[in-house]
């Protein structure tokens, strides 16, 4: 997995060097992140018109092979080949986007790592005594957690002055990066949203769930002007899949630091934007038509061509 988390690693510190803070690090982070994947979710909406474009052809060929399962499957194949159509086309943006979101987890759970550039050696050292420290009953290690070693240290690094594993400069680095350099708009970053007690950081989760929402009705929205039967009829599935998104959302950021959900609530707004720009100029509407246009421009050039042969 490092061919994720050392890019994504990289990304964040360069980001964070640029702005100096780590919420607008995060912002840029995901400005980025998202422009990557435009040609994506470009080609995906083109896909799902082009999808669209086949509906009645798909339901005449399901209704001529209504007993025949098997053989609907092989038209319908066939006629996706023919049409240089790939059905899973759309699901690319989804499947670049969880290896990002799951590497950044890593990331976040790292900023010594991954924003200060301490080395692996020292971080292990450091790492060994937590545990030895823990073992013996030292109250101020009590809450250090597999995983959560470097967040540990940023908040505790008075524990380790004594220990000479971190050097003067590092040591320093860390301090101040530990008071100031997770803040944002008065909000701890890396404190994770505790759903029993009520706190400031209930924004991130709640941002995250109802941001999700938003997307997920613009994309149904999309959906069902593209001519998706399944998104036109709605019924319990597509409820499902409306409000699948938000509450896994509001799951993950009550239960990760807040970075994770403040990420994902950018990603799920620059989606939104995302998603209406895309739409206005890739409709399935235009999409379509303009297919259409190309379709009979290459047909009346056949017949030219073939009148021209003839003659």
Not at 23 to 52: D, H
Request: include cysteine; charged fraction near 20%.
């Amino acid at each position: 997995m490092s061919i994720i988390y050392i890019p994504l690693g990289w990304l964040l510190e360069y980001s964070y060097k640029l702005v100096n803070n780590y919420g607008l690090a995060l912002i840029l982070f995901t400005v980025i992140v998202k422009a990557a994947m435009v040609p994506l979710s470009i080609k995906q909406q083109q896909g799902m018109a082009s999808q669209a474009r086949l509906q009645p052809r798909i339901q005449a060929l399901k209704k001529r092979y209504e007993k025949d399962r098997q053989k609907f499957t092989e038209e319908q194949q066939k006629l996706y080949q023919e049409e240089k159509i790939n059905p899973l086309s759309g699901c690319l943006p989804m499947l670049i986007q969880m290896p990002v979101l799951f590497g950044l987890f890593h990331v976040i759970y790292r900023p010594l790592t991954y924003i200060l550039g301490v080395s692996k050696d020292t971080i292990d050292a450091a790492i060994a005594f937590g545990e030895a420290s823990k073992e013996k009953g030292i109250q101020v290690f009590a809450e250090f957690a597999k995983g959560r070693e470097e967040l540990f240290m940023l908040k505790n690094m008075d524990a380790f002055k004594n220990a000479n594993i971190f050097d003067t400069a590092t040591k320093e680095n860390i301090m101040d990066l530990g008071v100031k350099g997770f803040k944002f708009l008065g909000l701890d970053l890396l404190e994770t949203p505790n759903f029993k007690e009520l706190s400031w950081l209930w924004i991130i989760p709640l941002l995250s769930g109802g941001s999700a929402l938003v997307s997920s009705l613009i994309t149904m929205k999309i959906n069902k002007q593209g001519g998706n039967p399944q998104a036109a009829a709605g019924g319990p599935n597509m409820n499902a899949m409306l409000f699948m998104m938000p509450i896994m959302s509001l799951f993950f950021t009550f239960s990760f630091p807040a970075g994770i959900g403040f990420y994902w609530t950018c990603s799920n707004l620059l989606a939104i934007v995302q998603q209406v720009l895309i739409n206005r100029y890739y409709s399935p509407a235009l999409v379509i038509a303009r297919q259409e246009r190309k379709n009979i421009k290459m047909m009346r050039e056949r017949e030219a061509k073939i009148k021209d042969l003839i003659v």
